[in-house]
């Protein structure tokens, strides 16, 4: 790259930015501050294997995500461990330019339209008394015990109770299928790093077998259909013809990763917000009409994915940088979140900010299909916790995920008040 279009990098700025323990925490939003402020496209050469334009800036954030054309899907849709790009056969391990998150128009829309209806607002709606019953279990039993997780008791089984039980997965696999998840998108951390991988590896590996296990569940719903969500994907068609038992499968893993780690980690981290803030805790408690600006208040102060990954497919320009085709270019959403230039006091959690255009969910295209979902486990929990507990102590400091993507507690010792 010539110098005239990519700055010379500023080592400490770079060296954060790749470095996923520097992520782990919010300690990181007074670097977006000061990029947003002074380069808020920032060419980025640090300790990965591949330098990165990074977009602090909402409207920068916006403009690459609303032009699939401009800015591909096929990199994958976050950053990769150590920036490394992936192997022909880790693409065809991770569905690249086959499942929906790696795939650009007009192969994108086609195979998301026909899912578009099955997770509307209407739809998933239905589904409120299900969720209920699984929050209630889980307040019930975290109360019966006393001294209790945040993650391990609320954050983690939430979704997993209910994303693999509406795929259709048998409850004797949950705990399989979970881990496989937790080891594809928790590489970063030494915790869940596996020995013999390096950590791209570990996630390709990892999805793999997530993608082979719902495979099965394609075939066999494909020969005897069930209510549940994997019979929906299994029938799915494109026109008068069935996806392919590839794509199909794909559009499971999404179901299942995406599931699983956005709710745990906005869960999570929005239960300590919660009770870091007693005073919106009990107003939330006291009026349920404040449930969905407390939902989208947690999406945005939480962003449970920091970044979306794009590379540019000609020369553009983007907040008065030359951008040349082939550059890859990463949106901090996390920072997004917190622009000035759009959000009243960002650094301030207030469950009545209103309006709260947050990206926590994408923008254009890639908008995250799953969200009507997401917000309503949400909303059924975060009244429930606060009226049920409204006397919680800490038993210990939250510990936090060290990755440069998720934002999420690993636990968050608490105990219930006598």
Not at 5 to 13: C, G, I, M, R, Y
Not at 321 to 326: C, H, P
């Amino acid at each position: 790259m010539s110098a005239d279009v990519h700055a010379a990098p500023t080592l400490d700025v770079d060296r954060c930015l790749t470095d996923p323990q520097f992520f782990a925490g919010m300690q990181f939003h007074d670097l977006f501050r000061r990029l947003r402020a002074e380069d808020p496209v920032h060419w980025t050469v640090g300790d990965y294997e591949r330098p990165y334009w990074s977009l602090t800036r909402y409207d920068d954030c916006v403009a690459l995500m609303s032009d699939s054309t401009l800015f591909s899907n096929l990199a994958g849709p976050h950053l990769p461990p150590k920036g490394r790009d992936l192997t022909p056969e880790e693409h065809r391990m991770f569905g690249t330019n086959t499942h929906i998150l790696m795939s650009d128009p007009p192969d994108h829309g086609r195979r998301r339209r026909p899912m578009n209806k099955h997770f509307s607002v209407p739809v998933v709606t239905r589904l409120r008394p299900m969720f209920s019953e699984i929050v209630t279990d889980l307040l019930d039993a975290a109360e019966a015990k006393g001294d209790f997780d945040i993650v391990a008791d609320i954050a983690a089984p939430l979704p997993v109770k209910v994303i693999l039980r509406l795929l259709g997965v048998q409850e004797e696999d949950w705990a399989a299928v979970q881990q496989m998840a937790v080891n594809a998108l928790h590489s970063q951390d030494a915790e869940f790093q596996v020995d013999g991988h390096d950590e791209l590896t570990a996630v390709v590996t990892y999805i793999d077998q997530v993608y082979q296990y719902v495979l099965g569940l394609i075939l066999d719903r494909r020969a005897t259909p069930a209510d549940d969500y994997a019979t929906i994907l299994a029938q799915l068609r494109d026109g008068d013809e069935l996806f392919t038992e590839r794509e199909a499968a794909f559009m499971a893993v999404g179901f299942v990763l995406g599931g699983l780690e956005g709710t745990r980690n906005a869960v999570s981290v929005g239960l300590m917000e919660l009770m870091a803030h007693p005073e919106q805790a009990r107003a939330l408690a006291a009026d349920p009409a404040l449930t969905s600006g407390t939902v989208e208040e947690v999406l945005r102060w939480t962003t449970p994915s920091k970044n979306r990954l794009r590379v540019a497919t000609a020369d553009t320009e983007l907040g008065g940088k030359q951008i040349r085709a082939g550059d890859w270019v990463v949106g901090w959403i996390a920072s997004a979140n917190r622009d000035e230039a759009v959000f009243d006091r960002p650094d301030d959690f207030d469950i009545t900010r209103t309006p709260n255009k947050h990206l926590s969910f994408g923008h254009g295209d890639h908008t995250c299909i799953g969200r009507a979902m997401a917000r309503l486990e949400l909303e059924i929990l975060f009244p429930a916790f606060v009226q049920r507990f409204g006397d919680l102590q800490t038993r210990g400091e939250p510990e936090w995920l060290v990755s440069d993507n998720a934002t999420g507690l690993k636990r968050y010792p608490v105990r219930v008040g006598v």
